[in-house]
């Protein structure tokens, strides 16, 4: 017999999952509180590094459903939940996600579904790679310098404490932060 099971997560400590579950409920699916897996957890991390999503792995069987209300539920990475998807479907599990239809990510048309999705990510991964060196190149061709600015040299900041400055004022002079002056202090010019 097959049970449901429904993996709700949250990025940060002061988000709730309440929202997915009422999402689930209004969908017409049952599951029973102790089937319900919240997890607060960046979707940056993959799934088989997430405790929650860990543990409900070696809970489920076989036959089982596994519902997301959203594909990014799963993870950010569209490689990390194509890679989810394939091996909870490997171990005879289905994956159903409301917002696309309630499809099976794990039959046909759901695997479909994964391929368009991971593509379009990929293009867009592509795209963005493609901006980003584009706009360095135009850059550098304007002579501006690229990466963090250098933080003021210890022996600066020794110097400006040599000469009676305060803290604050030394940040200023030298326009970096307090916390900078701060940390290069007490260190030997």
Known sequence: MSRTFLYARVST??????NQIQEV???GFEVAPYRIVTETIS???PSGERKEFTSLMTK???GDVLLVTKLDRLGRNAMDVRATVENLAAKGIKVHCLALGGVDLTSPAGKMTMGVIAA???FERDLLIERTNAGLSRARLEGKKLGRPNAASAARVQECKAAGSSQSSTAGQLGISLSTV????NKAG
């Open 43 to 45: 979707g940056s991390i």
């Open 13 to 18: 400590s002061d988000q709730t999952a309440d």
């Open 120 to 122: 379009v990510a990929e």
């Open 60 to 62: 489920m069987e076989p």
């Open 25 to 27: 409920k209004a969908q």
């Open 182 to 185: 701060k940390r290069l202090w």
